[in-house]
């Protein structure tokens, strides 16, 4: 952008839930060397970031969390992220969770919810959902901390925002079990369960898509073979695509019953894959081990 040193700081913008850890996020963000400011009104954000140039150069990093919090400011967030006035790369963080989770949280921390209104918990959870929609969708990272724990949760805004690497995407390949649900922060979701289940071959029932035994029943059948084969193909379609409109961070839910044998080793096998073919993709296993 015209006007702007070349080279700039990354602008981090924090929203989400409330209870779903955007003080977590924020306090590792800061770990990580981000500037952080909590509780912006967006209508402040040039301003910070034009005060954060001057005292401690464009590339300082920065964060902001922006909430409801915020008031009647908050809706101004969506324009002042698309006006790209900081000339910052910018990235929105949203932080989810489950409405049961939340409202365990709140009342753990015996706060009231901002919307609450003298209504019930939840009321305000709902009410938040709502004004919260376009930002959810719009987000460049959800993380959704449900069933994560504090640590959990930091080692996942480090694996974001940790890396000095502007311009790599970063892969995400997740396994899960179907009957937990499908991952919310998913970009793309694929189904396992048409391969033979190891469970009911009992030498391997005990096993998990991580031994080579298992690994090996399900990678060598020729559906599987077939798949990665076709599949791998459309990653790089849709990866080169989110690099063209700027996105940086993708996530795929890779299913089958429980998360525990075929997810798990095609899991491995398609972040293997993309490896080699020089993204940066890991792999996780969110359901592994609840059996």
Request: glycine share 8%; aromatic share 6%.
């Amino acid at each position: 952008m015209d006007g702007f040193p070349t080279t700039r700081g990354e602008l981090v913008v924090v929203t989400g839930m409330t209870g779903a850890g955007r003080s977590t996020a924020a306090k590792e963000l800061e770990d990580l060397g981000f500037y952080v400011v909590d509780n912006l009104p967006p209508t402040l954000l040039r301003d910070v970031v034009r005060l954060v140039d001057e005292t401690r150069g464009f590339e300082q990093p920065i964060a902001v969390v922006v909430d409801v919090r915020s008031g009647s400011f908050f809706e101004t967030l969506q324009a002042n992220l698309a006006q790209g006035a900081t000339g910052r790369r910018t990235t929105l963080l949203f932080l989810e969770a489950s409405d049961d989770v939340l409202v365990r949280r709140q009342e753990a921390a015996r706060r009231p919810h901002p919307l609450q209104a003298g209504g019930r918990l939840l009321d305000g959870l709902q009410r938040e959902r709502v004004v919260l929609a376009d930002l959810r969708s719009e987000a460049d990272v959800v993380i959704d901390s449900t069933n994560l724990n504090v640590h959990q949760l930091t080692d996942k805004v480090a694996e974001a925002f940790g890396s000095p690497d502007s311009t790599s995407l970063k892969i995400t390949c997740v396994s899960f079990g179907f009957k937990y649900g499908i991952p919310v922060d998913a970009d793309l979701v694929v189904d396992m369960r048409f391969l033979p289940n190891p469970h009911w071959v009992p030498e391997l029932r005990a096993m998990t898509g991580r031994d080579p035994e298992v690994a090996d029943y399900v990678k060598e059948r020729p559906a599987a073979k077939t798949f990665l084969e076709q599949y791998v193909p459309v990653v790089q379609t849709v990866a080169e695509g989110y690099l063209r409109e700027g996105k940086r961070f993708m996530t795929i839910a890779i299913g089958c019953t429980g998360g525990k044998h075929r997810s798990v080793a095609m899991t491995e096998e398609i972040s293997a894959r993309l490896r080699d073919l020089g993204y940066d993709a890991r792999a996780t296993h969110r359901d592994l081990g609840r059996e």
